[in-house]
Each structure stands twice: as structure tokens, then as C-alpha cells.
């Protein structure tokens, strides 16, 4: 094998086969590994699904392909997805190809830091609660380490309280705990803590516990990315400028910020989905996370800066290396054998870089030659069931 590279020329022109000699020279696909993709059929035996989930009859597959090109912080990484829209794996490949000219893609994660949330109604007293609750913070984020002491051990665990007035006449108050939960997507830590300290939470609160549950919009626990590319590599000065007004579009309207935002989170999901994650938790939170603060925002920018473009994206990502179906799915364990990231902040940037390509190819195709001269170019290829080329609609 030859180093590690997410940059193989003429790979979508190849056969499978192919493709997984490819993978074998540049990206360590051999062995096991390699006869797992020839093989297996997805990785989900009949056994691990009936283990998995209930009234399980079968498994359902999905076409796994992976993008190439992507450099993240300086770092090479082919990025699985699994999706059933034609022109994802594609659109991400070739957008990464022409960020990849102006030195990939840069981005920081937040340690994971998660919200748990405990409810309260009917509290007599919700402003002097919320004092009496900051007041025993220490002993409140004690009682909820006990709860996770193996976290606790490896160094994470409860972090910070927060207390929230949501309706002072009703008495509706809220305490957010907030969690690290390492390289865990974290939901049942959360849900631990939250359910650990509730009594006591109760006793300075008063009124009615209610829920106790984490919160799908993790605003401590961010991915930013951002990158640039050039109007040459983009198809000139002209398609660099529609790019930049696609995105104010959606910086003024809701109607076009949601499809903007479904055109970014293509690409984060397909490799969500081949790494094990829980799409539906990060598609919540990027939603919520969209509407925070009035109105409904695109999740990513792009401006323009001399002689290119800078793309821009903020968003929370639950997203974990250990636990779920990244231990119980052979074919998530392969997918992370492909994508190679140390730790769960690292896979947080790399995806968000994917949709942050995603997006710049859909707002490229769109600012061009318009999508549905691509989508007839792809119908036609479908129908003649062809060797896919990237002549797709986000060609
Ligand atoms: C289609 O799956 C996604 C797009 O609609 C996104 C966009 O309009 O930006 C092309």
C-alpha cells in the first residue's frame, strides 16, 4: 500500500472490483477487510439485527460509496456514506477536489459537552429555585457524577449546571445539566445524570418533576468548519458569484434556507448513516440549531473574497466513536476502518466538512447550468443503467 490518500484519480470510472483495488493500494483496504466489502452483504447479520432493534424480519441495505479528496486540517480521509440519492458521494467528491487546490477544509470541535434537561412545573418559588439550584451546583453535579462513574474515571462527567424560568406564573422551570461524554454520542449518560439528580433538583425546585431527558440540541457541543475555493476552480468569476448570492438567499429566506440546509446536511447524514451515527438526533439539532435565535438561518455561508470564495459552518453534532451500533455493526466498524479519525471530535469536523462540500457542489450545480439539465443527464444514465460518471446534477 502506499500512504494513506482520500486522492485516487478515475476511481467512479472502475468496476467495484476496481474500485476495492484502488482502496487497497491508497487507503488500506486489504484482507478482512477488502473480502468484508466483497462479501458481506452490509455487515448487519440477521442475528446482530434481532439484537439491535424488534420484530426484526430482515436487514435493509443501502449503496455505500465513499467520497474521495477530502483534506481535513491537514489530514486525508475517505469518508463512507451510505445513501440512496444518485450524485451525493459524487457532489462531495468533486467539491473536495477544489477546496482540496486551496488547502482543504479547517475546523475545531467543542469538547462534548451534552444538555440534559429536568423539568419542573407548579414550582412555588421559580427565580428563588434557580438560586437555590446554582447555590448547591457543586453537590447536584456530584450526585450526577456518581451516576457515570466509569466516565468519571476516564475524565469526563458532569460539567455545569444551568437553571431556565420558561414560565414564572405557571412555575415551569428547567435545569439543564451539561455533560462530557468523551468520544460518546452520550445519550444514555445523559439521560443517567438527568434522571440521577432529579430528587435532589426536586427538593430545592419543588412543584412536579417532569421530564428528565437530554436535549437533541446540544449547543455546547459544536463543530465550526470553513474553507476556500477559487473561481477557477469553481468554473470562473461568474459561477463564484452566484454561489455567493445563493447564500444570502438563504440568509433572507426561510423557504430557500431549508433546502440550502437539506442541500448541507446530504452529505453529513450519508456519512452519518455509514458511521452507525443517529441521523435523526443530529438532523434535529441542526435544525433546532438553524432556528435559533428568530427566524431560520442556513447552516453554512459562502462570501466572496479576492480572486474565490469562503465557506463557513457552525452547527451542534452528536457524534460518537464508541458505543451503539459503532461496536455491534461490522459494517460501521468498517466503515471507521475507511474514514480513519482518532476520536469523536475529529469524525464531528470531518462531517461537517462533508456537508460543507455537499453544499458548495449543490450551490455550484444551481449557480450554473441549473439542476435539471443534470437530473435529465442522470435519468437517461439510470435508465441506461450505465458505469456511473460523475455527470450528475451537482456535477
Ligand atoms: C437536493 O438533494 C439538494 C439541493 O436541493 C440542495 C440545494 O438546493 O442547495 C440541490
Same mark, same amino acid.
Given at each position: 500500500?502506499?500512504?494513506?490518500?482520500?486522492?485516487?484519480?478515475?476511481?467512479?470510472?472502475?468496476?467495484?472490483?476496481?474500485?476495492?483495488?484502488?482502496?487497497?493500494?491508497?487507503?488500506?483496504?486489504?484482507?478482512?477487510?477488502?473480502?468484508?466489502?466483497?462479501?458481506?452483504?452490509?455487515?448487519?447479520?440477521?442475528?446482530?439485527?434481532?439484537?439491535?432493534?424488534?420484530?426484526?424480519?430482515?436487514?435493509?441495505?443501502?449503496?455505500?460509496?465513499?467520497?474521495?479528496?477530502?483534506?481535513?486540517?491537514?489530514?486525508?480521509?475517505?469518508?463512507?456514506?451510505?445513501?440512496?440519492?444518485?450524485?451525493?458521494?459524487?457532489?462531495?467528491?468533486?467539491?473536495?477536489?477544489?477546496?482540496?487546490?486551496?488547502?482543504?477544509?479547517?475546523?475545531?470541535?467543542?469538547?462534548?459537552?451534552? @444538555?440534559?434537561?429536568?423539568?419542573?412545573?407548579?414550582? &412555588?418559588?421559580?427565580?428563588?429555585?434557580?438560586?437555590?439550584?446554582?447555590?448547591?451546583?457543586?453537590?447536584?453535579?456530584?450526585?450526577?457524577?456518581?451516576?457515570?462513574?466509569?466516565?468519571?474515571?476516564?475524565?469526563?462527567?458532569?460539567?455545569?449546571?444551568?437553571?431556565?424560568?420558561?414560565?414564572?406564573?405557571?412555575?415551569?422551570?428547567?435545569?439543564?445539566?451539561?455533560?462530557?461524554?468523551?468520544?460518546?454520542?452520550?445519550?444514555?449518560?445523559?439521560? @443517567?445524570?438527568?434522571?440521577?439528580?432529579?430528587?435532589?433538583?426536586?427538593?430545592?425546585?419543588?412543584?412536579?418533576?417532569?421530564?428528565?431527558?437530554?436535549?437533541?440540541? &446540544?449547543?455546547?457541543?459544536?463543530?465550526?468548519?470553513?474553507?476556500?475555493? @477559487?473561481?477557477?476552480?469553481?468554473?470562473?468569476?461568474?459561477?463564484?458569484?452566484?454561489?455567493?448570492?445563493?447564500?444570502?438567499?438563504?440568509?433572507?429566506? &426561510?423557504?430557500?434556507?431549508?433546502?440550502?440546509?437539506?442541500?448541507?446536511?446530504?452529505?453529513?447524514?450519508?456519512?452519518?448513516?455509514?458511521?452507525?451515527?443517529?441521523?435523526?438526533?443530529?438532523?434535529?439539532?441542526?435544525?433546532?440549531?438553524?432556528?435559533?435565535?428568530?427566524?431560520?438561518?442556513?447552516?453554512?455561508?459562502?462570501?466572496?473574497?479576492?480572486?474565490?470564495?469562503?465557506?463557513?459552518?457552525?452547527?451542534?453534532?452528536?457524534?460518537?466513536?464508541?458505543?451503539?451500533? @459503532?461496536?455491534?455493526?461490522?459494517?460501521?466498524?468498517?466503515?471507521?476502518?475507511?474514514?480513519?479519525?482518532?476520536?469523536?471530535?475529529?469524525?464531528?469536523?470531518?462531517?461537517?466538512?462533508?456537508?460543507?462540500?455537499?453544499?458548495?457542489?449543490?450551490?455550484?450545480?444551481?449557480?450554473?447550468?441549473?439542476?435539471?439539465?443534470?437530473?435529465?443527464?442522470?435519468?437517461?444514465?439510470?435508465?441506461?443503467?450505465?458505469?456511473?460518471?460523475?455527470?450528475?446534477?451537482?456535477?
Amino acid at each position: 500500500m502506499t500512504a494513506y490518500t482520500s486522492r485516487i484519480s478515475g476511481f467512479y470510472r472502475g468496476s467495484v472490483a476496481q474500485r476495492l483495488d484502488a482502496l487497497s493500494e491508497h487507503a488500506g483496504v486489504a484482507g478482512e477487510l477488502r473480502s468484508f466489502f466483497e462479501d458481506d452483504g452490509g455487515g448487519l447479520s440477521l442475528e446482530a439485527a434481532d439484537r439491535m432493534s424488534e420484530n426484526v424480519i430482515g436487514v435493509h441495505g443501502l449503496p455505500l460509496g465513499v467520497a474521495l479528496n477530502f483534506l481535513v486540517n491537514g489530514v486525508e480521509h475517505v469518508v463512507p456514506m451510505a445513501v440512496e440519492e444518485a450524485s451525493v458521494v459524487a457532489a462531495a467528491s468533486n467539491a473536495a477536489r477544489m477546496v482540496r487546490e486551496s488547502g482543504g477544509f479547517h475546523g475545531h470541535a467543542t469538547a462534548a459537552i451534552m @444538555t440534559g434537561q429536568v423539568q419542573f412545573d407548579g414550582a &412555588p418559588d421559580p427565580e428563588g429555585a434557580a438560586a437555590r439550584v446554582m447555590a448547591h451546583r457543586e453537590a447536584i453535579l456530584r450526585l450526577g457524577d456518581e451516576a457515570i462513574p466509569r466516565m468519571v474515571e476516564r475524565g469526563y462527567g458532569c460539567r455545569d449546571l444551568d437553571v431556565r424560568v420558561l414560565d414564572a406564573a405557571e412555575g415551569v422551570v428547567v435545569v439543564h445539566v451539561y455533560v462530557d461524554v468523551g468520544d460518546a454520542m452520550g445519550a444514555n449518560m445523559v439521560d @443517567t445524570v438527568a434522571e440521577a439528580i432529579a430528587p435532589a433538583l426536586h427538593e430545592l425546585v419543588g412543584g412536579l418533576i417532569g421530564l428528565r431527558i437530554l436535549s437533541n440540541l &446540544p449547543s455546547r457541543r459544536r463543530v465550526s468548519v470553513r474553507c476556500e475555493v @477559487t473561481d477557477e476552480a469553481v468554473g470562473g468569476a461568474a459561477v463564484a458569484d452566484g454561489i455567493a448570492r445563493a447564500s444570502r438567499f438563504a440568509s433572507l429566506d &426561510p423557504f430557500r434556507a431549508c433546502t440550502h440546509n437539506k442541500g448541507f446536511m446530504n452529505g453529513l447524514d450519508a456519512a452519518a448513516v455509514a458511521l452507525g451515527q443517529d441521523w435523526r438526533s443530529i438532523e434535529a439539532g441542526a435544525h433546532a440549531w438553524a432556528a435559533t435565535g428568530g427566524g431560520y438561518r442556513p447552516l453554512s455561508t459562502w462570501k466572496r473574497i479576492p480572486g474565490g470564495l469562503r465557506g463557513e459552518a457552525e452547527l451542534p453534532l452528536a457524534v460518537g466513536t464508541v458505543g451503539g451500533s @459503532t461496536r455491534a455493526h461490522a459494517g460501521v466498524r468498517a466503515a471507521f476502518e475507511l474514514v480513519r479519525v482518532a476520536d469523536a471530535r475529529q469524525l464531528a469536523v470531518v462531517l461537517a466538512s462533508v456537508g460543507l462540500a455537499s453544499n458548495l457542489a449543490a450551490l455550484r450545480a444551481l449557480a450554473g447550468e441549473g439542476i435539471q439539465r443534470g437530473h435529465m443527464r442522470l435519468h437517461h444514465r439510470k435508465e441506461e443503467a450505465a458505469e456511473p460518471e460523475a455527470g450528475t446534477w451537482m456535477k
